[in-house]
């Protein structure tokens, strides 16, 4: 099977990310972090929304009437329709200039983000939003964290600090909020970076972002390397299945990250869309409020 790389919409991001597969609506939705905004575009790359927030973007998820986010200082609910974003739980930095980067649901629709310091350190934590609205804290000790995503089964959960270049392997129960049985399971360094955003496939294997080096890198579920694919425009940072049959992998891209990624590719910013991998992906579950949840106060 040939691969194919094709550029998804016009759009161009300043630090793209989370690209998220809406199956029921047929549409990609993404992030540009520094500008603040959640996009969204169908699977011809039509632009059919652009929101501005009230903070920066780390990641988005799926949520019932809308999307769930992970801003810098907790998690909000996006209104599907008008882009109205309502708090739903504050987390409180650990320590100051931290902010909420990465994160995926896990497969009960829980969601899960952690925080980034671009100044270094590793006062970062790991969050869980239950379906309740409650936040439980999982990790501690991340610089910035990334690579997050949920096996298929979703017993585990892959995790990264991109700051020490390596993929772990947690067991992971999203009912109990508990992380255990830590093993460090692949060090991308040795392809020449550290890693960013990650998803899994149907088969368990995983395809990592590898931004310094340009590289989408597939990996086996025990940890081994399969495939490397270079990538026409610099500095890949999430990939995402999607597309009608989920086989299409959505890769958003740095144009300036606002610190040390500056790209000098004529594409940089915009959604590359991958296909002919021979591989599919799993849809994304759904954040949706208990019953206790869709009694409280709206979002508060």
């Not at 949520?63 to 986010?69: C, H, N, T, Y």
């Not at 208990?290 to 106060?297: H, K, L, V």
Request: contains cysteine.
């Amino acid at each position: 099977m040939t691969i194919r790389i094709d550029l998804h919409s016009p759009q161009t991001a300043l630090l793209g990310e989370s690209p998220l597969w809406d199956v029921e609506r047929q549409r990609l939705w993404w992030v540009d972090a520094r500008a603040a905004s959640i996009r969204c575009a169908d699977a011809d790359g039509t632009v059919l929304s652009d929101w501005t927030m009230p903070g920066q973007v780390g990641s988005i998820g799926l949520a019932q009437g809308g999307l769930i986010a992970a801003l810098e200082d907790g998690f909000y609910h996006i209104d599907g329709q008008t882009g109205a974003a309502h708090c739903v739980a504050r987390v409180t930095p650990p320590a100051p200039g931290l902010r909420l980067n990465d994160g995926k649901a896990d497969r009960d629709g829980r969601f899960v983000s952690g925080h980034m310091h671009p100044g270094g350190g590793t006062a970062g934590e790991l969050w869980q939003l239950g379906l309740d609205g409650r936040v439980t804290q999982l990790e501690t000790g991340l610089g910035i964290t990334n690579a997050l995503c949920v096996s298929p089964d979703g017993r585990q959960l892959y995790l990264a600090d991109s700051m020490d270049g390596v993929i772990r392997r947690y067991d992971y129960d999203g009912a109990a909020g508990r992380l255990s049985n830590r093993i460090d399971l692949i060090d991308c360094r040795a392809q020449g970076s550290g890693p960013d955003g990650a998803t899994v496939d149907s088969d368990g294997r995983l395809w990592v972002a590898l931004v310094l080096a340009h590289k989408i890198a597939c990996y086996a579920p025990d940890g081994s390397l399969l495939q490397l694919i270079d990538s026409p425009v610099q500095y890949p940072s999430c990939p995402a299945f999607g597309g009608a049959a989920m086989d299409t992998l959505f890769v958003t891209t740095i144009a300036h990250s606002g610190h040390s990624l500056i790209s000098t590719s004529a594409d940089a910013g915009r959604v590359m869309a991958i296909r002919g991998l021979g591989a599919t992906g799993l849809p994304e579950a759904v954040w949706h409020p208990t019953p206790a949840r869709q009694g409280a106060a709206p979002w508060s």
